[in-house]
């Protein structure tokens, strides 16, 4: 990708967007493995999330950080399995978001049981921290759009 953009801000901007296209996708499997219902709330959403983590990385993230609204949580994994065999150049350590593609996998399978949020990386074990941290905020629940036919 770095060789077919032209900047480091395009490549995270196509890696957030193939995560969502992933998850976008992987909303209908995970429901049709799982049988799981609607959720009632963003804590319900956090441990779906959770779930889905487990089922398709092998990692579990733990659900901390709750905002006093209870729209807003982080996800932290000890382990993230996206950056196990992965080395960023040094000059790009900074500017690339690697695992921007969780990220947008989180967005698209919640945009598709209509729940709006937004998601960054707090802290990265790529950029040397000791964890990676994931933060998910609520935005909107989504109305449903039929066709005016």
């Given amino acids: 990708m770095l060789r077919d953009f032209e900047n480091v801000e395009d490549v995270n901007k196509q890696l957030e967007r193939l995560g969502y296209n992933m998850g976008m996708r992987l909303i209908e499997d995970y429901l049709s493995k799982t049988n799981s219902s609607r959720c009632l709330d963003m804590r319900d959403t956090a441990e779906k999330i959770q779930s889905a ?69 707090v802290q990265d074990q790529l950029k040397g921290d000791s964890t990676t941290e994931i933060r998910v905020k609520f935005i909107r629940k989504m109305d449903d759009t039929l066709p005016e036919d």
Avoid: H, K
């Fill in 53 to 121: 983590f487990r089922m398709y990385l092998n990692v579990q993230p733990t659900i901390t950080n709750w905002a006093p609204s209870a729209d807003e949580f982080s996800l932290v994994f000890d382990n993230n399995p996206l950056t196990e065999f992965v080395e960023l150049p040094s000059d790009l350590n900074t500017s690339l978001r690697y695992c921007g593609i969780i990220n947008g996998c989180i967005r698209g399978a919640l945009e598709m049981v209509q729940l709006e949020v937004q998601c960054w990386f």
